[in-house]
């Protein structure tokens, strides 16, 4: 069984890989996980500093694109719903409608 680790723990053992005060595999020996779960969890750190400080156009296109396929769903979702109710009462199978 794989052992699971709180987003706070990978933080604290990358920040301090960062400083590179001590060497991975000190750091890996002093908390008890491997040295290249260490270079991983660094490597997903630093392309995750990319995004962070990348424009806010792109961002900003995504989260739009994301609500409008939202909005085209639940519009999706009306028109279904509608159509459901309506073959229950055409059909006799719903007595509440």
Do not use: C
């Amino acid at each position: 069984m794989r052992k699971q680790h709180s987003p706070a723990f990978k933080a604290k053992i990358v920040i301090e890989a960062l400083r590179e005060h001590k060497p991975l595999t000190q750091i890996a020996a002093e908390n008890q996980i491997h040295p290249t779960l260490i270079t991983k969890w660094k490597a997903e750190a630093v392309n995750g500093l990319l995004d962070l400080f990348e424009r806010g156009n792109k961002r900003d296109a995504f989260a739009a694109a994301h609500d409008k396929e939202v909005a085209e769903l639940y519009e999706q979702i009306g028109r279904l719903t509608t159509k459901v109710n309506w073959l229950k009462k055409k059909s006799g199978l719903d007595p509440d409608l």
